[in-house]
């Protein structure tokens, strides 16, 4: 599994670093924002490091699609697949990136603005 060293979110798929793990397989991890924004505010992580959108390649392409099957279930599990939510990447400066570990925020619990600020 490809690392990256002093990547806070290979330290949490690691298990180096705590988290509130909420799911986990071979190719995905999910877990608890430290910084929640909305009631139900959860990452989801590649297992291996890619650092943001303009990185992933073909061979992603299973652990991508693996993001998306576990943010469907796990907004089932948070109660909130029907109220509905949001899943989004920031990549880049102006989307205010700051871990560049390719990660989804699965929002949701409240109702949310559009467009985000
Ligand atoms: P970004 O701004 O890169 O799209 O999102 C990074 C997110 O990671 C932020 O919402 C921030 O609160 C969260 N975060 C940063 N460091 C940690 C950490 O060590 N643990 C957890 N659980 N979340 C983190
Ligand atoms: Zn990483």
Redesign the pocket.
Known sequence: MTQSPDC?FCR?VAGQ?L?TIVYKDDLVTA?????P?APTHI?LVPNHHVAGMNEFAEGDANALTAILLAAREIARKEGIADSGYRLVA?QGRDA????FHL?F?LLGGRRMKWPPG
């Open positions: 806070p949490i670093v988290a877990f608890r924002d430290i910084n924004q990452l920031n205010g990136q700051s871990v990660h925020h």
